[in-house]
Nanobody, 121 residues
């Protein structure tokens, strides 16, 4: 079965950096769209970044230029490099996976990790 395990969260001061990792198992990694989402207390979950089948990436406007999504297919691992962190970035960050639709990432993801907390002060 699909399993996604995030790591790398923590507490950091504004302006600092963190790198999140998501170890995937239980499926053919390269056949799935991978994405990062986050949810802050009292707010709806929002998409942060995703990688399509051709390696193209997409980002939420709020993180463009500061966050970078990448993956290592050989290690079945997804990353999120987060720089210039702001207090508004404080949230639980989730890794998600779903099969491609027409070679593109779908709107909805069916597989989720347990999340890793990022706190920026």
């Amino acid at each position: 079965h699909v399993q996604l395990v995030e790591s790398g969260g923590g507490s950091v001061q504004a302006g600092g950096s963190l790198t999140l990792s998501c170890a995937a198992s239980g499926y053919t990694y390269s056949n799935y769209c991978m994405g990062w989402f986050r949810q802050a207390p009292g707010k709806e979950r929002e998409g942060v970044a995703a990688i399509d089948s051709d390696g193209s990436t997409s980002y939420a406007d709020s993180v463009k230029g500061r966050f970078t999504i990448s993956q290592d297919n050989a290690k079945n691992t997804l990353y999120l490099q987060m720089n210039s962190l702001k207090p508004d970035d404080t949230a639980m960050y989730y890794c998600a996976a779903e099969g491609f639709v027409g070679g593109r990432c779908p709107d909805d993801f069916g597989y989720w990790g347990q999340g890793t907390q990022v706190t920026v002060s």
